[in-house]
């Protein structure tokens, strides 16, 4: 049976925070590799005009992530009750909610959310008014991903699991072998490697949901052979725990909420983008940039707000919260530092980067390298804030983010192009200045809630021990 990590709870904050988020940035950075890869793949060895195929998975992986909320919801629920109680180092009860999650979210996946999003991903694009070119690559790609998705929030729900619980280093080693699988099979399943015929964007979807299959039943065994900090049931039911799921959708569905907005936000932005002239080129450069050079600064300051959730969490478990809000503003600085770092690289090697992607010249190329002028700045101001998001999150208060994400990524950030839109102005430009613009506000209305006092019980009345107290 592995022993809590007391090093969270006590000693260096700045070692605790670093213990916390190396092994998750770098997970993020081995999960995102097998992005880039397909990426890469789908430029070289799928001829599409402006890049159609790039953009395709970058819009059915928008789609995608507007529909599965209430997973969400549960898996970032569950980490907040695993750190809490990890941090009492109250086992027993840690186990119950990390099983009620995994029993709920199967289901979910498998009866409800994987049919209905295959039925409706063809109406879901029309929506989104994606080019007829887009569609023929993105509509395959996202019917795999509703229908075989289940092993790849497997994964997701192990790691955040593992991560809340305080064990670090047991998701990136997981991951690892996740991502050596997915680009083994993708490179096989797009190009057509031997035997294979080249499936294209759809042998892209495979690797991305086959892969995580080995790694999810590696994670699930070592839980039910006891050798992980999170334990297997005393006995298999298949009865939910319905206080616990509740406590779970309770803390979560704010955070999913903040995320579907995220996500709408993102999927508008593509609509707002497809009513430009040259709208498959812009949208290709937005996919390329944002969603996958981008990762550069999202990979760390993801793993960084993991830390700072989990941080707090379980020193307000241990009953020193004061510690867990200065861990958070180390992770924010770091965050800021690193984006600082890559947003130079964006300045100065912009074509280096963009030829991974085979994209040296056009209208594609001009509208990127200006876009990444623009995330040289988001992504310092995008860092700090997910920090401060994370340390909010990790102690269970998800409603200001949720009302912060609405009032920037749709109010702020769909106005902006809106008025534009309205008045025949809409460019390229624009969108890239709207999205600096959002990230700067979401900075800004995050500090102001995170300097507030009291924030840190904000579930106390859901758990019980020492917020109760309080």
């Known amino acids: 049976m592995k022993a809590f990590d007391l090093e969270i709870v006590r000693g260096s904050r700045l070692r605790s925070v670093w213990k916390l988020a190396w092994p998750l940035v770098a997970l993020n950075l081995v999960n ?42 549960i898996f970032h629920g569950m ?52 080019p007829p070119a887009v569609v023929v690559h993105a509509l395959p790609y996202l019917r795999i991903l509703f229908i075989c998705g289940t092993p790849l929030f497997l994964m997701f729900l192990l790691t955040g ?34 035997i294979f015929t080249p499936m294209g964007v759809r042998g892209a979807a495979l690797g991305t949901v086959l892969a995580p299959m080995a790694s999810g039943f590696m994670g699930l065994r070592l839980i039910y052979k006891g050798k992980a900090i999170i334990q297997p049931p005393a006995r298999l039911r298949l009865k939910l725990d319905m206080k616990i799921l509740f406590d779970m959708m309770r803390i979560g569905i704010p955070s999913g909420i903040q995320g579907v907005l995220l996500n709408i936000g ?33 990979w760390m300051s993801f793993g960084l707000r993991g830390a700072a959730g989990t941080m707090m969490g379980q020193n307000i478990g241990a009953g020193n919260p004061r510690r867990g809000r200065q861990g958070v503003l180390i992770a924010g600085a770091v965050a800021g530092c690193w984006a600082a770092l890559v947003g130079i690289l ?17 209208q594609v190329y001009d ?32 409603r200001p983010p949720m009302v912060i994400a609405f009032l920037t990524q749709i109010v ?26 959002s990230h700067i506000l ?8 995170f300097r507030q006092k009291g924030w840190e019980h904000a579930i106390a009345h859901i758990d019980t021990g020492y917020d109760a107290a309080l």
């Open 161 to 194: 699991a593992f991560h809340a619980s305080g064990d670090a280093r047991l998701p990136l080693k997981l991951g690892v072998l996740t991502t050596l699988l997915n680009v083994v099979i993708s490179t096989i399943l797009i190009t057509g490697v031997g």
């Open 367 to 398: 509208y990127a390298v200006i876009l990444l002028r623009y995330l040289a700045v988001s992504g310092v101001v995008l860092g700090i804030t997910q920090a401060l998001t994370g340390g909010l999150q990790g102690a269970g208060a998800t």
């Open 346 to 362: 964006y300045l100065a090697v912009p074509g280096t980067l963009l030829r991974l992607f085979n994209i040296s010249d056009g």
């Open 442 to 449: 979401r900075l800004l209305f995050t500090g102001l809630v």
């Open 32 to 73: 995102g590799a097998h992005g880039i890869v397909d990426h890469i793949l789908v430029g070289h060895f799928i001829t599409s005009e402006d890049s159609a195929a790039n953009a395709a998975i970058g819009v059915a992986w928008q789609v995608f992530l507007v529909l599965v909320v209430f997973i969400t919801s």
């Open 79 to 130: 980490n907040v009750l695993i750190s809490r109680n990890a941090g009492r180092q109250d086992r027993e009860r840690l186990s119950q909610v990390f099983y009620t999650a995994f029993m709920a979210s199967l289901a979910a996946l498998t009866l409800i959310l994987g049919p209905s999003g295959y039925f409706l991903a063809p109406a879901l694009l029309r929506i989104m008014n994606v």
């Open 412 to 437: 702020a950030l769909l106005g902006f192009c809106q008025i534009f839109l309205s008045m025949n102005s809409l460019t390229p430009e624009v969108i890239w200045t709207a999205i600096l613009f």
């Open 266 to 298: 993102g999927v508008m932005l593509l609509w707002y983008i497809s009513q430009l002239q040259c709208s498959a080129a812009a949208q290709a450069a937005y996919i390329i940039c944002y969603t996958q050079l981008f990762a550069l600064v999202s």
